[in-house]
């Protein structure tokens, strides 16, 4: 082995010691100190949750139903792309340089 191996290996095994004395044991403690429950305390606890909680959704939700599409509009000097809030879909695409009469273009 090379020095610069050894040393990479050295550094490595001493951030593991660092890690698994002062990060995993005392999580590993914290687990461990936790009261024990009973199958039907946590059963009871998850039913009561509910109604401790909102039922309106979050404002940024993909679930939200309530919340009414937007059009958000950027353009540059060439397009303009309307897209809608719901989904981020495209609604519409406007090319300014380029218009049409008759399926022509002018």
């Given amino acids: 082995m090379d020095k610069r191996t050894l040393t990479a ?4 095994f001493l951030l593991w010691m660092v890690f698994n004395q002062f990060v995993w044991k005392p999580q590993q403690a914290q687990q461990q100190a936790l009261p024990a429950t009973t199958p039907a305390e946590t059963k009871a ?28 509009k950027l353009s540059n000097s ?23 009469k008759n399926g022509t273009r002018v």
């Fill in 9 to 12: 290996l050295l550094l490595m």
């Fill in 45 to 72: 606890a998850v039913v009561a949750a509910p109604e401790s909680l909102s039922t309106l959704p979050a404002a940024d939700s993909l679930l939200a139903t309530s919340a009414q599409a937007q059009i958000v």
């Fill in 78 to 100: 060439n397009m303009t792309v309307s897209f809608n809030t719901k989904g981020a879909s495209i609604a519409g695409i406007e090319l300014n340089k380029f218009s049409m």
